[in-house]
């Protein structure tokens, strides 16, 4: 009977090993897992702060935008305000005669220096003058055609009038030259 209490104790020690071995099994499994979710949750926290760092710079180039946009065309509701002005002292300059030259010349001159004055704001804000010439090609992007007239010794495109010059804001077009364009002549 001796020998059956050796099996007995035995048998016991197998069990608490196994039981230990299933314990520490259980443990590297519980591990296992926490460290997986501690993976899975630092992934996330990259993809976050990898998503904000690039809505920051998102947000810093449209606001540079912005702000370049705003110091280039932030007057040009002004500046397209200021057009007639423009074109009724030129009017006004192209009507002056020789004889009200001599009588008048300091307003006169005064008329031409707030001109030279208004042209070189124009020039200093980036707006500059579209002056298309008899001849030259219309181009869309540039003037309005106001009218079309078969012209004989044109061809079809040609501006043959400027009625009025256009004005550029930078890159942009403040309002185009009116200009006459000549239509395929009649036969």
Do not use: C, W
């Amino acid at each position: 009977m001796a020998e059956p209490k050796n099996e007995e104790f035995l048998d016991d020690i197998e069990d608490v090993e196994a039981q230990a071995f299933a314990d520490e099994m259980e443990e590297i499994d519980d591990e296992a897992l926490e460290l997986d979710q501690l993976r899975a949750e630092r992934d996330e926290f990259r993809d976050r702060f990898m998503r904000a760092l690039a809505d920051a710079e998102n947000a810093r180039k449209r606001s540079d935008r912005d702000r370049r946009e705003a110091e280039n065309y932030g007057g040009s509701k002004l500046s397209r305000d200021m057009l007639p002005v423009y074109d009724n002292m030129k009017r006004a300059i192209e009507t002056i005669t020789e004889e009200q030259k001599e009588a008048n010349s300091a307003l006169i001159e005064g008329i031409e220096l707030t001109m030279r004055e208004l042209l070189s704001v124009f020039k200093k804000h980036g707006i500059e003058i579209i002056a298309p010439e008899v001849g030259d090609r219309f181009d869309p992007q540039q003037h309005q055609a106001m009218f079309e007239a078969p012209v004989p010794g044109t061809k079809a495109g040609d501006i043959i009038q400027v009625a009025a010059e256009g004005f550029m804001l930078h890159d942009r077009l403040l309002r185009p030259a009116q200009v006459g364009v000549s239509s395929t002549p009649a036969s």
